[in-house]
């Protein structure tokens, strides 16, 4: 994995160890990606792994669910016309309910999925 996220107090300090990251990464001839690579403020959230973290919580992107939520759409009539099995829809709602079950989304997940898999 080659995500990560930096916590601190001290913007200042973050933009010096993001200049320290930015050093280290060029001698393994990898870079930041700069469009990515941001310093937010920890009250407002930041965006990470398909989530916005803030102190107090962690939602899912909005997008993110409109996107599975299509994606759902869609299996549901491959399975109606019998071109996917309900294996393979299973596993894909599995994953993405491991995936959003860090952050607060029991009633999203209702909401998608009603009482089926939760």
Known sequence: MDD????????????????????????????????????????KGCPFLGMVISKTRRRIKRENYIRYRRRLKKRKILYGQKKMNFQDIHRSVQAWIGHVKHAQTVQLRKLLLGDIVL
């Open 4 to 43: 990560f996220v930096i916590f601190h107090n001290d913007k200042q300090f973050l933009w010096f160890v993001k200049k320290q990251i930015i050093h280290f990464i060029k001698r393994l001839k990898l870079e930041l990606h700069e469009g990515k690579c941001r310093i937010y403020e920890t009250e």
